[in-house]
């Protein structure tokens, strides 16, 4: 069965923190790992990664995949408040997109 | 212009009733999708559909329908609504997927509430 698994599940750090969340998984005919954060509405879209070993940068966020060992990071350097939210990692197989339980992240001032 | 849009943004019904959801995209995308989270902020995917065909049904309940009037909408219709489908639905689109990878973009969500 299909699975993405996140940890930790649940972080509190403070304002100029570096943090990194992460993301394993199992998915049939994998095609690429997505991140997303969501605060109190819609899922908003982060990154899309699909080859090994190359980091994808936006800001303070970048993201790596790993296609051997099967997962990824989110790393956020200086965090702030406003990055307080929950991510969510995805495996994308074929018309398919299976979402890990999601890390929440809680930035204190 | 928003991308993904949603109608109700909330929903409030007493058991037993038969509801719908509407989704539109203006992103010219060929592949819309239903999605449910719950009370734990779990995302299930429930349907997607590309050029008006169902290509996944994650074993959904059927009283739960998908309906295409085009290619830019999908709609949700639920049957007899249970205490347990109070849940956050959300829609999103993407490009038809094929041998391209493409990203999924989300509508707000319609907060359901079964009483």
């Known amino acids: 069965e299909d699975k993405v698994v996140q940890s930790p599940l649940s972080l509190v750090v403070h304002e100029g923190d570096t943090v990194t969340l992460n993301c394993s998984y199992e998915?049939?005919?994998?095609?690429?790992l997505l991140w997303y954060k969501q605060e109190k509405k819609a899922p908003t879209f982060l990154f899309m990664l699909t080859s090994s070993g190359i980091e994808k940068k936006s800001g303070r966020l970048s993201s790596i995949l790993d296609k051997k060992e099967l997962f990824s990071i989110l790393n956020i350097t200086a965090t702030q408040t406003g990055d307080s939210a929950v991510y969510l990692c995805a495996g994308r197989s074929q018309g398919n997109l299976i979402f890990g339980k999601g890390t929440k992240l809680s930035v204190k001032p | 212009d928003t991308a993904v849009s949603q109608t109700p943004k909330y929903l409030v019904t007493q058991m037993g009733n038969d509801k719908s959801i509407k989704c539109e995209q203006n992103l010219g995308h060929d592949t819309m999708y239903w999605y449910k989270q719950d009370s734990k902020k779990f995302l299930k995917i429930m349907f997607s559909?590309?050029?008006?065909?169902?290509?996944i049904n994650e074993t959904v309940p059927n009283r739960f329908s998908p309906k295409s009037p085009d290619k830019a909408h999908l709609n949700l219709h639920i049957n007899s609504l249970e205490l347990g489908d109070s849940a956050v639905y959300f829609c999103a689109s993407s490009r038809y997927e094929g041998i391209r990878q493409e990203t999924q973009y989300f509508g707000p969500g319609t907060r359901l509430l079964v009483l």
């Open positions: 559909y590309n050029n008006k065909e169902l290509i």
């Open positions: 998915v049939t005919n994998f095609r690429s």
